[in-house]
């Protein structure tokens, strides 16, 4: 039963173009994180709340947003990508140190 | 600052083989845990191994087993008799714990690449 569900697992985009990624999630987890994996790199966090406190990290650039309107979603907003916004985007949840990821969503920006 | 590091970029071994991914980590923190996490193909992250910095016990799961050692900050990992379906990026990540251990960001280190040929 998958626990941590992305959709969609595959999305084009035009150059920018708006793109929404979602996260939901059934462990009822206070955390949540977005990280950004681009090819034969390892994954890397862009932000994560904790309950409905937002955490950006100092790199992650302007263009991208989140929101998590409860405890079970999570939503990844691109709001203009660019050719080199293409890569896999992985949702995790957290609690008590125990870190579960979704399947994540191929974004390709063409 | 922390930092883990997997040394080999890219394994190829013959099925039934042993292979032993390498992870070194940094840290400061006296608190951490680390972590091994399974990427196949299809991309999604399979939780393998979690280990706090207190419990330094090997532990053994079927085919798969991991030494951690302080001394050396070294935590790898073996697969015993490998297997085609073996064949995935394994990803070392060190956590620092924060607020009942659920905000600690994660850091990974780049993936080993291991191809296990029949």
């Given at each position: 039963d998958a626990m941590v569900i992305q959709n969609p697992r595959y999305q084009v985009t035009q150059f920018g173009k708006p793109v929404t990624l979602s996260c939901s999630q059934?462990?009822?987890?206070n955390v949540m994180y977005w990280y950004q994996q681009k090819s034969s790199q390892a994954p890397k966090l862009l932000f994560h709340y904790y309950d409905k406190d937002f955490n950006n990290e100092a790199?992650?650039?302007?263009n991208f947003q989140s929101r998590r309107p409860n405890t079970s979603f999570c939503f990844l907003d691109i709001r203009s990508p660019g050719l080199g916004d293409t890569a896999m985007y992985l949702c995790a949840t957290s609690r008590a140190g125990e870190r579960f990821f979704g399947q994540g969503t191929r974004l390709t920006v063409v | 600052a922390q930092k883990v590091t997997q040394a080999q970029t890219e394994i190829s071994v013959v099925e039934k083989e042993d292979v032993t991914l390498d992870c070194v980590y940094e840290t400061r923190d006296t608190t951490y845990y680390l972590f091994w996490y399974k990427q196949p193909p299809s991309g999604e992250l399979v939780f393998l191994i979690r280990r706090n910095s207190f419990d330094e016990q090997n532990e053994i799961s079927g085919r798969y087993s991991w030494n951690f050692q302080k001394s050396t900050s070294s935590f790898n990992f073996t697969i015993t008799?490998?297997?085609?379906?073996?064949s995935a990026v394994y990803f070392c990540a060190l956590s620092d714990e924060d607020y009942g251990g659920s905000q600690g960001n994660l850091i990974f280190g780049k993936g080993t690449k291991l191809s296990v040929k029949p």
């Open positions: 059934t462990l009822n987890h790199d992650t650039p302007d | 008799a490998s297997q085609v379906v073996d």
